[in-house]
Nanobody
Framework: QVHLVESGGGLVQAGGSQRLSCAAS????????MGWFRQAPGKEREFVAG????????YYGASVKGRFTISRDNAKNTIYLQMNSLKPEDTAAYYC???????????WGQGTQVTVSS
């Protein structure tokens, strides 16, 4: 089992920056990838960014590419999401997730709210 705890959400003005963290515990040594998703009220969940645990390769959703950066700290089993040039449309609950074996994201955190004011 994998336990994920996100932190770093809050209120930020448009154009500002914020960094989210996700600490993983449990069966993380077999993780294939970790990622960030978000969901705004009334909208479907959206992929934001992912990182492959062994290689560090990263990939991003089209709406955040060039503004957000995902990174990892292997020693701490933690991933981060640096969000720059935030827009009101980035307002959402952000969720951390683990893909243990390249078969899809199977473990999810409780989410952290990010609100971007205009």
């Amino acid at each position: 089992q994998v336990h994920l705890v996100e932190s770093g959400g809050g209120l930020v003005q448009a154009g500002g920056s914020q960094r989210l963290s996700c600490a993983a515990s449990g069966r993380t040594f077999t993780s294939y990838a970790m990622g960030w998703f978000r969901q705004a009220p009334g909208k479907e969940r959206e992929f934001v960014a992912g990182i492959r645990w062994s290689s560090g390769s990263t990939y991003y959703g089209a709406s955040v590419k060039g503004r957000f950066t995902i990174s990892r700290d292997n020693a701490k089993n933690t991933i981060y999401l640096q969000m720059n040039s935030l827009k009101p449309e980035d307002t959402a609950a952000y969720y951390c997730a683990v893909d243990p074996s390249n078969r899809g994201y199977a473990y999810w955190g409780q989410g952290t709210q990010v609100t971007v004011s205009s």
